[in-house]
């Protein structure tokens, strides 16, 4: 019995003694993986650089975070240092135009990724494709480069392209969750405005109303929705979006100005049930 | 005067061999002298009018006891006119707790009549011994079996039912020494669906039950006892035709270990610990159903561990007893929706997400006489009460309505009572007043779309809900003559923040076809009265006149009726027993339910009156015995519905039944 004891004694010595190595161990060496959860779509090469692509989930059609990184082909070493811009362009038989697109910043000074986000607002087809044309200056020379990129359509409805009540052509798509979850989630969308072919500005201080409807289940809705709103200027809007239960749910919209003006969308009722535009998805 | 304010006898068929030690019956403390056992009421066994009845009727024939009746099966027992949550009900003192968040297996489903020898009912917080409780308590007592002179003893049970072709079969083979015995029993049940008065059939409303307990027991030493115990029952294919689903399986094992003491010549006359554990599952069928909107799986389960330590002690005119006891379960339900559209992916959620629920507490309570013919009792009763929300999945989905809301939620309980009775020269009297708390049930606090198809709404938990609080009063009067048996018994309900749904009218429900949400929310209070008069009269030997009168009336602050709260309802019945033969005319009804519940689905109940007859005789061969029970129920194949019954689905028509029982 003693020597049970004992044993039982030694092995919860030897336990806790583990655990607190581990402990010790992740301060220690913080592994920092750039690329964690990332996988390349794409790699462009010129004739100095080769330009590597990133993305959570692959490229398709609606909002996209894309990370990129430049290697020099001759160090074989990641530039850190680059001014990085560029310019997506949807080749249609009639005409080329672009599509929303942000800035592409650096993440981290030491790092070596940009980053930046695009939203193709249709995908490709047999005829009309997508190209990306980057930028680049690296200690003040200039750098072009220009490659064709795949957007298939996506599953689910991410992105809504249409012309408000007020004549003007909006963009809206849908960028978090990711993953959705049986829960209050935080909801990111964004809404931009086609102000030219290649000039898709975001558009400031509107709210998109949301409606969470599963149509299997009688049209039943989840409560305790916010609608998503800016915080400042120039971003993307953010509102949480509650889910009841797994399965497919449609998200449906109505695009309100600053003044409560609907552009776009209409209120579910017994008799509308779904909103002219929406999102969906299925968990 | 006893704690026991009403008990049914039940089944006793197994214990006849027994008979001649039925001196044992009644509790002596002082007279201890071994491990006593509550011996089994062998002497009434042919005095039951259908003895291989389900439980539920037994205990319907309670003034304080209704049965909700959702089917054929599987009644929902209502003290003082309130249900499952305002109640306790034990087994051998065990917690059980159903896993339908239907409310389709109340525990008294899981047992059957072979395995209990009585029911112990109490109203109010006189049942608060193992738990807290607001409407009172019924505790199950299991057969026991007594030590004694080597004997083996076997039964065979047989019965029939013509309206829903019910085919039971059971047998009980028990065995005894002076220092071991052990029971066992097995009963089955099968059941086609029944038809109502002018022989309409009731869909969905058959079912088939298997049932096997064991019991054995050790004498450890001149008074000290040692008993394990094990019920399993599965029941499969049981239609609830006033619901929209079905159960296609609901299986319960029901375990516990007890040690028994009786201390010698000590202030202590008897201590018993028992250490239990109980699983059920069960799960809720819709695909018998030709029409339904959307196909899904409720299955549930439920789990309880617990411990009772109770102390009996006799100290000059004090009778003591002491109760430690705790319990914890875990009870999870989930639903799965099928999509018309195959290709979309499944509907999930958990309806009762993972709740455990640990429980402690301490009862107390002092009999004191105050001189032969008055005695005052005192009960206090304490417990602390946690649950916690236990799956990640679950908090998030009740944070959807509760974004602040915490895991873990910790109460705590209270309860006390105190009595006063008088009893001289046949007239009786007595009268008390109490104050009880309870927590939550599980569906209250946590339940999350649980679809009631009486009121047709959904129903959202609620967990910031305040504990219930009683104050109770009650009184009786009685005189019990050698001829005559006369009582009169009342009791009066104040429950504050009473728990009730609420529709939100913000909320879209999910049942397609439901009318909308409701969040569990607390009235400011509620009073609930019932009164009851019953009356016994022996005209002769052979002839006895039985009756029942009980009134009801429940009403929340604002004069609005409670639901479930019968009308006037009656019962008399005129027996007739000479020797070995037995006969009995019985009439039951209930007036015109005008102090119904729209607000609470319910609407006008008609009045209705059945009668009843039947007869028995008993046949001696040798040591054998054949007992034959034979009857007719609903004589006049009334077709009725009462208040209790869920949606206003009919009750059982015209049915014949015999009941046979051979004791070797």
């Given at each position: 019995?003693?020597?049970?004891?004992?044993?039982?004694?030694?092995?919860l010595?030897?336990a806790?003694?583990f655990?607190?190595?581990?402990?010790?161990?992740?301060?220690?060496?913080?592994?920092?993986?750039e690329?964690?959860?990332?996988?390349?779509?794409?790699?462009i090469?010129?004739t100095?650089?080769?330009?590597e692509?990133?993305?959570?989930?692959?490229?398709?059609?609606g909002f996209?975070?894309?990370?990129?990184?430049?290697?020099?082909?001759?160090?074989?070493?990641y530039v850190?240092?680059?001014?990085?811009?560029?310019?997506p362009?949807?080749?249609?038989?009639?005409?080329?135009?672009?599509?929303?697109n942000?800035?592409?910043?650096?993440?981290?000074a030491?790092g070596t990724?940009?980053e930046?986000?695009?939203?193709?607002?249709?995908?490709?087809?047999t005829?009309?494709?997508?190209?990306l044309?980057?930028?680049?200056?690296?200690?003040?020379t200039a750098y072009?480069t220009?490659?064709?990129?795949?957007v298939?359509?996506?599953?689910?409805?991410?992105?809504?392209?249409?012309t408000g009540?007020?004549?003007?052509?909006?963009i809206?798509?849908?960028?978090?969750?990711?993953?959705?979850?049986?829960?209050?989630?935080?909801?990111?969308v964004?809404?931009?405005?086609?102000?030219?072919?290649?000039?898709?500005?975001?558009?400031?201080?509107?709210?998109?109303?949301i409606d969470?409807?599963?149509?299997?289940?009688?049209n039943?809705s989840?409560?305790n929705?916010?609608n998503?709103?800016q915080?400042?200027?120039?971003?993307?809007?953010?509102g949480?979006m509650?889910?009841?239960?797994?399965?497919?749910?449609?998200?449906?919209l109505?695009?309100?100005?600053?003044?409560?003006?609907?552009?776009?969308?209409?209120?579910?009722?017994?008799?509308?049930t779904s909103?002219?535009?929406?999102?969906?998805?299925?968990f | 005067?006893?704690k026991?304010?009403?008990?049914?006898?039940?089944?006793?068929?197994?214990?006849?061999?027994f008979?001649?030690?039925t001196?044992?019956d009644t509790?002596?403390?002082?007279?201890?002298e071994?491990?006593?056992i509550?011996?089994k009421?062998?002497q009434?066994?042919?005095?039951?009018?259908?003895?291989?009845t389900s439980?539920?009727?037994?205990?319907?024939k309670s003034a304080?006891v209704?049965?909700?009746?959702?089917?054929?099966?599987?009644?929902?027992?209502?003290i003082?006119?309130?249900?499952?949550e305002?109640?306790?009900?034990?087994?051998?003192?065990?917690?059980i707790?159903?896993?339908c968040?239907?409310?389709?297996?109340?525990?008294?489903?899981y047992?059957?009549v072979?395995?209990?020898?009585?029911?112990?009912i109490c109203?109010g917080?006189?049942?608060a011994?193992?738990?807290?409780?607001i409407?009172g308590?019924i505790?199950?007592k299991?057969?026991?079996?007594?030590?004694?002179?080597k004997?083996?003893?076997?039964?065979?049970?047989?019965?029939?039912?013509s309206?829903n072709?019910q085919?039971?079969?059971g047998?009980?083979?028990?065995?005894?020494?002076?220092?071991?015995?052990?029971?066992?029993d097995?009963?089955?049940?099968?059941?086609?669906?029944?038809?109502a008065?002018?022989?309409?059939?009731?869909?969905f409303?058959q079912?088939?039950?298997?049932?096997?307990?064991?019991?054995?027991?050790?004498?450890?030493?001149?008074?000290?006892?040692?008993?394990?115990?094990l019920?399993?029952?599965?029941?499969?294919?049981v239609?609830?035709?006033?619901?929209p689903?079905?159960v296609?399986i609901?299986?319960?094992?029901?375990?516990?270990l007890?040690y028994?003491y009786?201390?010698l010549?000590?202030i202590?006359?008897?201590?018993?610990?028992?250490?239990?554990?109980?699983?059920?599952?069960?799960r809720?069928?819709?695909?018998r159903?030709?029409?339904v909107p959307?196909h899904?799986?409720?299955?549930?389960?439920?789990?309880?561990?617990?411990?009772y330590?109770?102390i009996?002690a006799?100290?000059?005119?004090h009778?003591?007893l002491?109760?430690?006891?705790s319990?914890?379960?875990?009870?999870?339900?989930e639903?799965?929706?099928?999509?018309?559209n195959p290709n979309?992916?499944l509907?999930?959620m958990?309806?009762?997400p993972?709740?455990?629920?640990?429980?402690?507490?301490?009862f107390?309570?002092?009999?004191?006489?105050?001189n032969?013919?008055?005695?005052?009792k005192f009960?206090?009763?304490?417990?602390?009460?946690?649950n916690?929300?236990?799956?990640q999945?679950?908090?998030?989905?009740?944070?959807?309505?509760?974004?602040?809301?915490?895991?873990?939620k910790?109460?705590?309980?209270?309860?006390?009572?105190?009595?006063?009775?008088?009893?001289?020269?046949?007239?009786?009297?007595?009268?008390?007043?109490?104050?009880?708390?309870?927590?939550?049930?599980?569906t209250e606090?946590?339940?999350?779309?649980?679809?009631?198809s009486?009121?047709?709404?959904?129903?959202i938990?609620n967990p910031?809900?305040?504990?219930?609080?009683?104050?109770?009063?009650n009184a009786?009067?009685?005189?019990?003559?050698?001829k005559?048996?006369?009582?009169?018994a009342s009791?009066?309900f104040?429950i504050?923040n009473?728990?009730?749904?609420?529709?939100?009218?913000?909320?879209?429900?999910?049942?397609?076809?439901?009318?909308?949400?409701?969040i569990?929310?607390a009235?400011?209070?509620?009073?609930?009265f019932?009164v009851?008069?019953?009356?016994e009269?022996k005209?002769?030997k052979?002839?006895?006149?039985?009756?029942?009168?009980?009134y009801?009336?429940g009403?929340?602050?604002?004069?609005?009726?409670?639901?479930f709260?019968s009308?006037?309802?009656?019962?008399t019945?005129?027996?007739f027993?000479?020797?070995k033969?037995s006969?009995?005319v019985?009439?039951?009804?209930?007036?015109?339910?005008?102090n119904?519940?729209?607000?609470?689905?319910?609407d006008?109940?008609?009045d209705?009156?059945?009668?009843?007859a039947?007869f028995?005789?008993?046949?001696?061969f040798?040591?054998s015995?054949l007992?034959?029970?034979?009857?007719?129920?609903?004589?006049f194949?009334?077709?009725?519905s009462?208040y209790?019954d869920?949606?206003?689905?009919?009750?059982?028509g015209?049915?014949?039944?015999?009941n046979?029982?051979?004791?070797l």
């Open positions: 019995m003693k020597t049970q004891l004992k044993n039982i004694f030694a092995i010595i030897m806790l003694a655990t607190s190595c581990s402990k010790d161990e992740e301060v220690i060496t913080p592994a920092v993986d690329l964690e959860g990332l996988s390349k779509f794409k790699e090469t010129n100095t650089h080769t330009i692509l990133y993305s959570h989930m692959g490229v398709e059609q996209n975070e894309i990370k990129l990184r430049i290697k020099d082909n001759n160090t074989g070493q850190k240092n680059a001014q990085v811009s560029w310019m362009l949807m080749h249609m038989a009639m005409m080329t135009h672009s599509c929303p942000s800035e592409v910043e650096k993440i981290a030491d990724l940009y930046g986000y695009i939203v193709f607002q249709m995908a490709q087809n005829t009309e494709y997508w190209d044309k980057i930028d680049y200056t690296i200690n003040g072009t220009t490659s064709v990129i795949d298939p359509a996506s599953s689910e409805r991410r992105v809504e392209t249409f009540s007020d004549g003007m052509k909006y809206v798509a849908y960028v978090e969750p990711h993953h959705p979850k049986v829960a209050v989630n935080d909801m990111t964004g809404v931009w405005k086609m102000q030219d072919m290649m000039t898709f500005p975001v558009v400031d201080g509107y709210t998109v109303k969470p409807r599963m149509p299997s289940m009688g039943h989840s409560p929705n916010v998503p709103t915080s400042v200027a120039g971003d993307l809007y953010n949480k509650s889910l009841t239960m797994t399965g497919y749910w449609k998200i449906n109505q695009l309100a100005t600053a003044d409560g003006t609907i552009v776009k969308g209409e209120a579910i009722s017994d008799t509308v909103s002219s535009i929406y999102f969906d998805f299925e | 005067m006893k026991i304010l009403f008990t049914v006898f039940l089944v006793p068929l197994f214990s006849n061999v008979a001649q030690e001196s044992k509790l002596k403390p002082l007279q201890m071994e491990v006593i509550i011996g009421k062998a009434i066994t042919d005095k039951q009018s259908k003895t291989l439980i539920d009727d037994y205990l319907q304080k209704d049965m909700i009746k959702r089917g054929a099966y599987a009644w929902e027992p209502i003082n006119s309130m249900p499952t305002r109640t306790l009900i034990t087994i051998d003192g065990m917690r707790f159903g896993a968040t239907d409310k389709m297996d109340p525990i008294t489903s047992v059957e072979s395995n209990l020898s009585e029911a112990t109203s917080q006189e049942g011994c193992f738990g807290s409780t409407g308590s505790d199950l299991r057969n026991q079996n007594s030590f004694g002179n004997k083996w003893d076997f039964n065979l049970n047989s019965g029939f039912e309206n072709q085919k039971i079969i047998t009980a083979i028990n065995y005894a020494n002076k220092l071991f015995y052990v029971d066992t097995f009963m089955l049940r099968d059941a086609e669906n029944y038809k008065g002018n022989n309409q059939e009731v869909l409303s079912f088939r039950k298997m049932n096997f307990s064991a019991t054995s027991g050790f004498k450890l030493s001149k008074n000290k006892l040692i008993e394990g115990s019920i399993y029952d599965k029941s499969t294919n239609g609830y035709p006033a619901l689903m079905d296609s609901a299986e319960a094992i029901i375990n516990s007890k028994e009786a201390p010549n000590s202590v006359t008897n201590w018993e610990t028992k250490f239990y554990f109980n699983t059920i599952m069960h809720m069928d819709d695909t159903r030709p029409f959307i899904m799986d409720m299955p549930g389960w439920s789990k309880t561990y617990g411990y330590s109770k009996n006799k100290h000059e005119s009778n003591l002491l109760n430690l006891n319990f914890y379960n875990k009870s999870l339900a639903m799965t929706m099928y999509p018309a979309e992916n509907m999930f958990l309806t009762w993972d709740i455990s629920t640990f429980y402690n507490g301490l107390l309570e002092d009999n004191y006489a105050l032969c013919h008055s005695s005052l009960s206090a009763s304490v417990g602390s009460h946690s916690k929300v236990e799956s999945f679950g908090l998030n989905s009740l944070q959807i309505f509760y974004p602040e809301m915490k895991a873990k910790d109460r705590f309980l209270k309860s006390f009572s105190g009595n006063y009775n008088y009893s001289e020269n046949g007239l009786e009297y007595g009268f008390g007043a109490a104050f009880g708390e309870r927590a939550p049930s599980v606090a946590y339940g999350f779309y649980l679809f009631n009486f009121e047709n709404y959904e129903n938990g910031n809900l305040k504990n219930e609080k009683s104050l109770e009063g009786f009067v009685g005189l019990k003559k050698e005559i048996n006369i009582k009169m009791s009066y104040h504050s009473y728990i009730v749904g609420k529709p939100d009218a913000s909320l879209v429900p999910m049942t397609i076809g439901a009318t909308g949400v409701k569990y929310t009235l400011d209070y509620a009073t609930i019932n009851s008069l019953t009356s009269f005209f002769s052979q002839f006895k006149w039985n009756s029942q009168l009980v009801s009336r009403k929340d602050f604002d004069n609005v009726n409670l639901p709260i009308p006037l309802n009656y019962s019945s005129l027996a027993a000479k020797d033969f006969s009995e019985v009439l039951q009804g209930n007036a015109k339910q005008t119904f519940s729209a607000v609470y689905g319910e006008k109940t008609p209705y009156a059945i009668i009843n039947n028995g005789y008993k046949f001696n040798n040591k015995k007992i034959t029970k034979f009857g007719i129920e609903n004589i194949d009334t077709y009725y009462t209790s869920w949606n206003n689905f009919p009750r059982m015209r049915n014949f039944f015999v046979l029982s051979i004791i």
